[in-house]
């Protein structure tokens, strides 16, 4: 009997003092955006409250305390992009009155900051992504890699489109390429970027050709050039190898030449007596030409 009077009283006191007036207190309270969502994108996500200091009846406070059925404040933004905030002054007077009849003794914060871009649409230059595909051991790719469409258009906010730089990132998904690529592949965006952006088109032509090189080695034979009687080498039996990757296409070329390695004295290393080897001649479609030794030591008499 005794807790129930308690119980009683406690809850007439609480009711008798929720209807008294001139009570403050801090709370957040819930916003909402208004802008054109076809024109405009949020890249951040929005503030859905501000903090706010308020005064009035126990009940109302207690029902924007809570947010139990409290309308939220609409932010209206004509341009957003053109702009990173809303000073909370300018909010003062139209959510005081939105309040009423709870008054508005001022906000927490300066300031309400946002970021909303505009949304545009772009003409991007596909690259390969070159972690998307390898070459076969002494494959390479020769001349221009070949896009159709040439370019690819990509809607989205323009900071978004910023970050890729006029460029989009083709992926090829294959590995140990060792021929020509003609071949249509998927356009894919990340994961992070897929409700973000959108596409034109979801598929690209690509090919590009593949050269194949060939390991090979020649023994060279020695010329010298502008050589004094008096300067010998000091290994005079000593025989230059070249090793070489050729072009699979120019091994019949490849057989047609003479290779010598040229020593020429003038050429030679004053400071310690050596002479770098020269090749001749030296085709384009050779690459990673090595010589084996590099240097020749000389012998004065």
Known sequence: MVVLCILAATTFWILNALNKDNYSTIVDYPIEWEFDRERFFPVQPLPSSVQIQISGNGWDLLRKYFNLNEPAYKITLADPSSMKHILTSELKRPLGDFLTPTQLIGFLEDSVTFKIDRIETRNLSPILDSASYSLSKN?????????????IKVTGPTSILD???GKFPVDLNQSRIDQDFDREVSLTIEKDLAEIIRLNRDKINVSFTVVNFMEGNKRLKVKKINFPRTVTLEDESVTPVMTYLVDGRKVAELKDLEF???????RRNRAD??????????PSFLKEVKITP????????
């Open 273 to 282: 007596s050596t002479i770098s080897i020269r090749v001749q001649p030296l």
């Open 139 to 151: 494959s390479v790719i020769e001349g221009k890699i070949k896009f159709d469409p040439e370019v």
């Open 294 to 301: 590099e240097i020749l030591k000389l012998k004065y008499e």
């Open 260 to 266: 010598e390695a040229i020593l020429d004295y003038g």
């Open 163 to 165: 970050i890729f730089e």
